[in-house]
């Protein structure tokens, strides 16, 4: 929950310390199975972050709200 933010209308993960060929089996999972929109961001450099689209949250939300606290909601931007 708490590496993560709201950014966009959209959520982007701070996936920093992982390899890139991690950051693309994450991202391929979270197409594939959950049907999301998802890009790669540079964040700095040899450093990538996964954005999830503004499109993907009604989607995002309803699988990952139930399973939250409600004081990250916020991360959601609910």
Do not use: W
């Amino acid at each position: 929950m708490g590496d993560g933010t709201y950014k966009s209308q959209g959520l982007l993960l701070c996936t920093d310390s992982n390899t890139i060929q991690d950051i693309v089996r994450l991202m391929n999972a979270l197409t594939i199975r959950y049907d999301l929109k998802c890009t790669m961001h540079n964040a700095n450099p040899g450093q990538y972050r996964i954005y999830i689209s503004r499109k993907s949250m009604p989607k995002l939300i309803s699988i990952v709200k139930p399973h939250m606290a409600p004081c990250m909601l916020f991360k959601l931007g609910l």
